[in-house]
């Protein structure tokens, strides 16, 4: 048996042998995924998503079956378990609850941020290309909109950014997604920290780590213990991600008491569900469900290597759920063509035309595009 063939076995016997595996597996998948607790990672009229960076094998089994269970709590209102997460979150993180706020999604604390924070011909810092959501968010408030290349490595380019700062001589925002979508690099931690501690209260810094947890690199940390010390830094997460809950839609932000109380004045009430809380609260400890989605993540950036090589595109190092990677050709054609083979690739990210941002399915799932890329190639369109 092969080194795939091994882990898949190895990681089926094992999770066969729990109670709520072998009840899912009465749902058993045509690909053999036993365990998955979702369908494959296909839209309802049968596409494959591989473009907006969910996590393929859906939610664990013990959030699942904690969803079901709070399906009878469905007629009352959240309140007391969004209470006991955020209790949970705020002793995980070693902070005190007013620490901690939820969001329907990560996305929802990014626009209460962008909300309060806006002022007439204040400074939103972003790089190029980031993340689209905090730009979007900017869009109604006066805010002056600067956007700097990331630099050669991909990073943030914190130096040109703190010279906005700087040139502009007054309050700030920054936005540093780390790692940073669509190019799923990391900006060094250290030198988030050195700018953080050097900066005055009133650049406020805005760090997005939705995609925290899949980073394993030396010199990447969360932002995190800023965030009792100053009233400048905001944390966001999310459960979409790693714990595959993007449609339950929980995320959460890590403040300052002050700077929580601040943006929650921008919140709407009971934006997060009874579902999605138990979903998180069964989810957050779960040490086999992320490591089995690590696992799965590697094995399928694995195989989107191996077949960029074998075609020499070129790609950037990734640190999360997708791969930025070369195409030759048109971006859109490219797109329209794996769209033609059932296959949802991914989008635009202007400056960057000349590549793509693949998001990674399970290692089948990377198999089939794998063999459609193969086919571009020998019909000489990539
Ligand atoms: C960098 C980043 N931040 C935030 C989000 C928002 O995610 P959610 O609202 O599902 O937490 C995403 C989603 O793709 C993302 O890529």
Redesign the pocket.
């Known amino acids: 048996m092969d080194r795939r063939g091994f882990l898949k076995a190895g990681t089926f016997a094992g999770i066969a042998s729990t109670g709520a595996a072998s009840r899912l597996s009465a749902a058993a998948s045509p690909s053999g995924l036993e365990w998955l607790s979702s369908r494959p990672n296909l839209r309802a009229d049968g596409t494959l998503r591989l473009s907006a960076?969910e996590n393929p094998l859906g939610i664990s089994p013990g959030a699942r079956e904690a969803v079901i269970e709070a399906i009878t709590d469905a007629n009352r209102y959240p309140g007391f378990r969004q209470k006991e997460l955020i209790s949970r979150l705020a002793a995980r993180y070693d902070l005190r609850p007013e620490n901690v706020y939820l969001g329907a999604?990560?996305?929802e604390i990014?626009q209460m941020a962008v909300q309060a924070l806006a002022a007439s011909g204040r400074p939103l810092i972003v790089a190029e290309p980031t993340?689209e959501?905090v730009p979007g968010y900017r869009r109604p408030f006066p805010y002056r909109f600067v956007t700097v290349p990331l630099d050669f490595r991909y990073a943030h380019d914190l130096e040109r950014m703190r010279d906005e700062v700087e040139k502009s001589n007054r309050p700030s925002v920054v936005y540093i997604?780390n790692p940073n979508?669509p190019t799923g690099s990391i900006t060094p931690s250290a030198e988030v920290d050195a700018w953080i501690h050097d900066a005055p209260e009133s650049v406020f810094f805005i760090i997005?780590e939705?995609?925290y947890e899949l980073v394993d690199d030396a010199s990447y940390w969360s932002a995190l213990g800023w965030v009792d010390r100053r009233r400048n830094v905001l944390v966001?997460r999310?459960f979409?991600k790693i714990f595959g809950m993007?449609g339950l839609r929980i995320?959460y932000g890590l403040a300052h008491e002050d700077t929580v109380a601040r943006f929650k004045e921008f919140q709407s009430n009971n934006s997060t569900t009874q579902l999605s809380a138990a979903a998180a609260l069964a989810s957050l400890d779960d040490e086999e469900f992320v490591a089995r989605s690590l696992e799965s993540n590697r094995a399928a950036r694995a195989v989107v290597h191996q077949t960029l090589d074998e075609l020499r595109l070129g790609y950037l190092p990734s640190h999360t759920n997708f791969i930025m990677h070369e195409i030759q050709g048109d971006l859109r054609d490219y797109i329209a063509r794996f769209r033609e083979q059932g296959i949802s690739v991914g989008r635009p990210f202007p400056p960057m035309l000349g590549y793509n941002r693949l998001s990674l399915g399970t290692e089948d799932e990377m198999e089939r595009w794998a063999e459609t890329i193969r086919s571009f190639r020998a019909r000489g369109w990539t």
Request: aromatic share 12%; glycine share 12%.
């Open positions: 960076n999604g990560s996305t990014l993340f959501d997604c979508n997005d939705a995609y966001t999310t979409s993007a995320g």
